[in-house]
């Protein structure tokens, strides 16, 4: 989507590291949804944030949204090959939750 | 395990045959969101309902693409003479009032 950048494309980490994934769009969100995604299989749903500064954790990976509300990002602690797969950012610009997804972060998780 | 089921999975089929997707999201869902994923991207959004209505349809990527849901519950998606370029994954997605939004496994069609 032209509306939203993910970055980095792709991360490879070893074992152990913390990482961050950035989320950035041209227009303020509604909300902001972040999925992990394996090969083939569905989106599973991670966090969801609505608010300007909102922040959420759920056991290693923490997601922010910036007080604009047009920058997000997800930090996870401490990898695990487990937390390998694509990570996908996906925005409500329309308040329709309608969402419009980057491209996608593939982390690779080294043992 | 999102309560979002959608068959078949998988589906091949050849250039231009119709082919129906079905989706079924758990009976809080009243809002349901078509998408379509092709390799190496992420989805990208076709249409929605608020139970039985369709609230949004500009976005369904042709006059071939059409999608139901007439009870306000389960969901289908037909694509009509199917090309090559259909060849993608689809997913459902449901929502209730938290807002947060639940993915299928997603239906995996092959065009031949």
């Known amino acids: 989507s032209q509306e939203l950048e993910q970055s980095p494309q792709s991360l490879i980490v070893q074992e152990g590291k913390n990482l961050t994934i950035n989320c950035t769009s041209s227009?303020?969100?509604?909300?902001l949804y972040w999925y992990k995604q394996k090969y083939g299989e569905g989106l599973i749903f991670l966090m969801m944030?609505?608010?300007?500064?909102e922040e959420k954790s759920h056991e290693k990976i923490t997601a922010k949204l910036d007080e604009k509300k047009q920058q997000s990002s997800l930090h996870i602690t401490a990898s695990q090959p487990s937390h390998a797969g694509i990570y996908l950012c996906?925005?409500?610009?329309?308040?329709?939750?309608?969402?419009?997804f980057g491209t996608g972060t593939r982390l690779t998780v080294i043992p | 395990d999102t309560g979002v089921s959608q068959n078949p999975r998988h589906k091949i089929t050849k250039r231009g045959q119709n082919v129906t997707f079905r989706c079924d999201p758990i009976?809080?869902?009243?809002?349901l969101y078509w998408y379509r994923q092709t390799l190496g991207q992420g989805p990208e959004f076709l249409t929605y309902?608020?139970?039985?209505?369709?609230?949004?349809k500009s976005r369904l990527l042709s006059d071939r693409f059409s999608a139901e849901r007439p009870k306000g519950s389960f969901s289908t998606l037909e694509i009509q003479r199917t090309e090559q370029g259909d060849s993608a994954m689809y997913l459902c997605?449901?929502?209730?009032?938290?807002?947060?939004?639940?993915f299928g496994e997603g239906s995996r069609l092959t065009v031949l």
């Open positions: 996906g925005a409500d610009i329309t308040g329709a939750n309608n969402l419009f």
């Open positions: 227009k303020t969100l509604y909300g």
């Open positions: 944030l609505q608010k300007g500064g």
């Open positions: 009976s809080e869902h009243n809002r």
């Open positions: 309902f608020q139970n039985e209505a369709q609230l949004e």
């Open positions: 997605a449901g929502q209730g009032n938290t807002g947060e939004l639940f």
